[in-house]
């Protein structure tokens, strides 16, 4: 390969963007050193696209070997180079500057941030006081830490536990608030501090299994707190909406699923197979308070009792899109770092907006859209998303992320889901915890 030839390849590699970020946007990635500023809307084809975080990390990497190269092509002139020590430098140059850098755009991109199961996506959308959720994010950022393979960071994730165990005596009063005359409040406080003290033990020993295990009660425990704090809606209403049913705080929805034609689902744990199965539901009104409000309103009111369903390969649907029943919610969605929801828009996922509550969850629980008008979900029609990573975009999110208002996800009985088939019977559906939470106006 001549000279020129290998400046082309360069030239052509790095003058086009593995994105499509917006002109004058700065893109900021985990390394402070790699951030830096659109100037073009040039794009490579689809499948050589990559999310922003890995395509500016690639770029300083190709840069990095390029000007390797031209000396690797300056050294070749010369007579008695060894050959050997030519392909070791390479080696060393390509390690160095393009694995490494890539490492770190593993563990900051979009696929390890977005929470991949319900339960986290449900704790972190809890309207927590700053401290506590600065322990939360310490703490969880060891379940980041603990996927590195072999060498794991022990050292960061001990600092991490102390950091979060520290905020936790010191401003004591931050996680009991004005519940610390409550005996179970008391008892989940201790039950936190101590857990993370078993938590350092355990980092200590290197044992990734109880780390991870530790990790989970700690977070749990600490989720218990947020939620017994949490002071309902912490933002207003737009004015026109303050007529609508609203759920100010979290519910558990039970749905009994009736197998058609004699068939029966089989439990994953094993036991006995039965015509019907149940699936336990938790209804956020936090992030969705109005899609949430109409939702158990419909509940209570038997309005899916006997409802069919139809599926699909990414979602089981409630047959029930002709009914008139149900308020016209408009598109709900709270997006990350927000405090309140936005209506009548969505998120648009290439800008960097996640919502707070993501769809790229298995078991996610949303309101199909509205047939009349892409501004508003239907007033009684909800689907489950049955998350596969294998039809999802870049970094694992789904290609309708922000698209739909998502208000809760299944917690319980996830197996069911992947059995349920078209034709099958949504027997009943209450709501079985957090009934106080549904605040339903009065009309004069």
């Known amino acids: 390969m001549s000279m020129s030839s290998v400046h082309a390849f360069f030239k052509y590699t790095t003058t086009y963007s593995y994105g499509y970020p917006r002109r004058g946007q700065r893109i900021v990635t985990a390394n ?29 990497s190709v840069k990095k070997i ?21 392909l070791l430098h390479l080696m060393v140059v390509v390690s160095s500057s393009y694995l490494v850098p890539f490492a770190n755009a593993v563990l900051y991109s979009p696929d390890t941030k977005v929470p991949r199961t319900g339960e986290l996506a449900l704790r972190r959308a809890i309207p927590a006081n700053p401290k506590m959720k600065a322990a939360q994010d310490s703490l969880e950022d060891i379940s ?5 393979p072999q060498r794991k960071p022990y050292a960061t994730m001990e600092a991490d536990v102390k950091k979060a165990l520290k905020m936790a005596v010191e401003e004591k009063d931050s996680f009991v608030g004005n519940l610390k005359d409550r005996e179970d409040v008391s008892k989940l406080y201790t039950s936190f501090v101590d857990t993370n003290k078993k938590l350092i033990q355990y980092i200590k020993e290197k044992d990734a299994d109880r780390v991870s295990v530790g990790l989970s009660n700690a977070l749990d425990t600490l989720a218990e707190l947020e939620i017994l704090q949490a002071p309902g809606l912490s933002f207003l209403l737009p004015t026109q909406y303050k007529e609508y049913p609203r759920f100010t705080g979290r519910g558990v929805v039970e749905l009994t699923i009736e197998k058609s034609g004699g068939s029966t689902f089989f439990p994953a744990s094993g036991g006995e197979a039965k015509n019907v199965a149940k699936l336990k539901v938790v209804v ?10 109409n939702f158990v309103k419909l509940v209570i009111d038997g309005a899916y009792d006997g409802i069919g369903v139809k599926c699909t390969d990414q979602a089981v649907v409630s047959d029930n899109e002709n009914k008139d029943t149900g308020y016209s919610v408009p598109i709900e969605v709270m997006p990350s770092g927000e405090f309140e929801p936005l209506y009548k828009t969505t998120l648009s996922i290439q800008d960097g907006e996640l919502p707070v509550l993501p769809l790229s969850v298995y078991g996610a629980l949303a309101m199909a859209h509205n047939p009349v008008s892409e501004e508003y979900s239907s007033p009684s029609q909800f689907f489950f998303y049955l998350y596969d990573k294998r039809n999802a975009g870049l970094g694992g999110l789904s290609f309708d992320e922000g698209q739909f208002s998502v208000f809760g996800y299944v917690i319980g009985g996830k197996d069911v889901l992947s059995q349920i088939k078209s034709g099958d019977v949504i027997q009943s559906a209450k709501i079985v915890e957090g009934l106080d939470h549904l605040i339903i106006p009065t009309t004069n």
């Open 32 to 60: 402070p050193r790699y951030s830096w500023k659109c100037e073009s809307h040039r794009r490579l084809p689809a499948p050589l696209q990559s999310n922003f975080s890995e395509s500016v990390l690639m770029l300083q």
């Open 284 to 293: 956020d009104g936090y992030s969705a308070p109005l899609t949430a409000g």
């Open 66 to 86: 390029k000007s390797e190269c031209f000396v690797l092509l300056i050294l070749l002139r010369k007579k008695g180079t060894s050959l050997f020590l030519l």
């Open 144 to 148: 980041y830490l603990l996927r590195i």
